[in-house]
């Protein structure tokens, strides 16, 4: 019987043979790879990935599809919504399972596990959410390959004083190098969708500036709640609320703020 896709799933599942190729040719999965693909849907890059892998995790929260997922022996399948899910969890148990299978090898000795390389067609109905799920778990991450609506990728490598840059491209590229690596049109997916796609590389910084992520968090959200105005109007009462006596420029709107300008502005921030 075909799976209808959920629209509630904000199901759009990937049947173009040959972007599937081009997807995992980037990817380049290797056999000792500890891989997780978020929202597998009907196995298109699920089967592909495999041929390069000795095993693949996926997570899937449709109930019809992780029923004949569980079918494959070669899939461990958690059913959940990814943003329930504990990566660092699950990194450990993947690791556990790959060393014993390895007769003990196979362990980062700096992390006690193995990192992961995370890859899948997100639902872009959930898909920022998604990003900043897995922002908490970046450092047990190697890299990640994701499909996403085109044009959350140009927001996310998005340079500033561009219409694209906002809270999404400074949180992302504070602890992301990031690459959009090919387009992919509607006619690819069953169903279309209604917009074009990209597929993106994020690759974790491997010495990312310090700092207290809440400051941070909060920081960027409030710079860019009111885009249009000059961040005295907004970032001003949230400064002078924390005390802060430095000499950051408010004379400005949030777009035409560095990347590197808001880390040191969050570094120089007491919590």
């Not at 958690?78 to 690791?95: G, H, K, P, T």
């Not at 993106?200 to 207290?212: G, K, N, S, V």
């Not at 420029?249 to 880390?263: N, Y």
């Amino acid at each position: 019987m075909k799976h209808i896709p959920r629209k509630r799933f904000g199901q759009h599942f990937l049947v173009d043979r040959g972007v599937v190729e081009q997807i995992v040719d980037a990817i380049e999965p290797m056999p000792d790879d500890i891989m997780v693909e978020i929202g597998p849907g009907m196995g298109a890059m699920t089967q592909p990935l495999l041929k390069g892998l000795s095993g693949l995790c996926v997570i899937e929260l449709d109930k019809d599809l992780v029923k004949s997922l569980q079918t494959n022996p070669l899939l461990r399948v958690v059913s959940a919504d990814v943003l329930n899910v504990n990566f660092n969890e699950l990194a450990a148990e993947l690791s556990q399972t790959a060393r014993d299978q390895n007769g003990g090898q196979g362990s980062d000795p700096l992390l006690g596990s193995k990192k992961l390389r995370i890859v899948g067609n997100l639902p872009y109905n959930i898909s920022t959410p998604i990003l900043f799920h897995l922002l908490d778990f970046v450092g047990i991450v190697k890299d990640q390959h994701f499909m996403l609506q085109k044009e959350v990728v140009q927001r996310m490598v998005a340079k500033p004083s561009t219409a694209d840059y906002g809270r999404l491209s400074v949180m992302l590229q504070w602890r992301y190098a990031m690459m959009s690596l090919l387009d992919v049109e509607p006619d690819a997916f069953d169903p279309p969708p209604r917009v074009r796609s990209a597929i993106i590389r994020m690759t974790p910084l491997h010495a990312p500036p310090q700092l207290e992520f809440d400051v941070f968090q909060s920081l960027v959200q409030v710079a860019f709640s009111q885009r249009r105005k000059l961040l005295r109007h907004s970032l001003g009462h949230w400064l002078d609320e924390r005390q802060y006596g430095g000499n950051f420029d408010l004379k400005r709107r949030a777009e035409e703020v560095s990347v590197a300008e808001f880390v040191a502005l969050a570094q120089d921030i007491k919590k």
